[in-house]
């Protein structure tokens, strides 16, 4: 099957290469000129220094660097003011300070000739998972290939609008496998069902508490190793994937400027055609119109946002 969809698609592809040269024309145009604005990108986090990177926003035949080693970059509190921020070159902008959850903060950065931009977002607070275990194997897919099972539980704060992020992953040997390879399933789970993105093929769990606002949460999820983890030859038989090392779950409790960036992240990444390692024909032929990235900065473009983290490893039961 592998084979003749591989023919399949040279094929198409080659179809396409000896088609182009016949459509290729050279046109005159006055292609509009970009916004003369800042870009303005930074994630927070309470165990780490604040580091921005400021950029302008540039047209397909500006060759010049976009990031920006010129800017001012300040990063103000209600309480202590602003504070210049320390200019490493090419682009990036660092301060000591850590943040602490409840405090909002505000970063801004001036450049000659362009206006003024800004963004302010809050860091939350991490929240303990309560409990975490692993299963494996759990049962199988439709492929018949052997799944695992992770269960994370925690408790959600009342009264407030929470959002989180969770991710898994395989430490072995002291080399880290990401969750973009370490994909959860959670069909069946109605705060996951009921973000919208499981068809956006995400690389991580993103979702708010709007369905369990103030309860306790659980989430079940399916999984598959990895099988550069457990792969390869015994006995002369080939060995499937299998878990092997230690296994851990990040908890991120996310503002909501992380949530909704993250989210808008998912399905640009989806829209490009890069769905996995191999990507996609269908999403190669027919990629799906251009889809606006959120932004929270005021007067250019970017995200300012936050997160706070809670890393658990995970026992076998």
Not at 84 to 112: F, H, M, W
Not at 130 to 155: H, S
Not at 193 to 209: M, Q, R
Request: include cysteine.
């Amino acid at each position: 099957m592998l084979k003749h969809y591989t023919s399949f698609r040279l094929s198409v592809l080659a179809s396409l290469f000896l088609l182009l040269p016949g459509c290729i024309d050279q046109i005159s145009a006055d292609l509009p000129v970009p916004p003369n604005v800042l870009v303005v990108n930074s994630i927070l986090t309470p165990d780490s220094v604040v580091r921005v990177q400021v950029s302008r926003v540039t047209s397909t035949v500006d060759s010049a660097s976009r990031l920006l080693s010129s800017a001012r970059v300040y990063l103000g509190t209600p309480s202590q003011g602003e504070e210049l921020l320390r200019n490493q070159g090419r682009g990036l902008y660092v301060s000591p300070t850590k943040p602490v959850s409840g405090i909002p903060y505000t970063l801004r950065a001036e450049a000659d000739g362009y206006p003024s931009a800004s963004a302010t977002d809050t860091m939350p607070a991490a929240i303990p998972i309560r409990e975490a275990w692993y299963a494996y194997p759990t049962g199988t897919d439709r492929n018949n290939e052997l799944l695992g099972t992770i269960v994370v539980r925690f408790d959600d704060p009342a009264s407030t609008t929470n959002f989180y992020e969770i991710t898994a992953y395989q430490r072995q040997g002291g080399r880290t496998d990401q969750s973009q390879n370490f994909v959860l399933d959670v069909r069946g789970n109605a705060a996951l069902a009921a973000e919208g993105d499981a068809e956006f093929n995400p690389g991580s769990l993103v979702f708010s508490d709007r369905l369990f606002n103030g309860q306790a949460f659980e989430l079940r999820a399916s999984f598959h190793p990895f099988w550069g983890s457990g792969g390869g030859i015994s006995n002369g038989q080939p060995v499937g994937p299998r878990v092997t090392g230690e296994v851990y779950v990040e908890l991120r409790s996310i503002s909501r400027a992380y949530y909704q960036y993250r989210k808008s992240w998912t399905r640009h990444f989806y829209n490009q055609g890069t769905k996995g390692p191999s990507g996609d024909l269908n999403q190669l032929l027919f990629l799906g119109d251009p889809t606006r990235m959120y932004s929270n900065v005021n007067g250019g473009y970017g995200v300012a946002a936050s997160h706070a983290v809670v890393v658990q490893p995970l026992p076998l039961r």
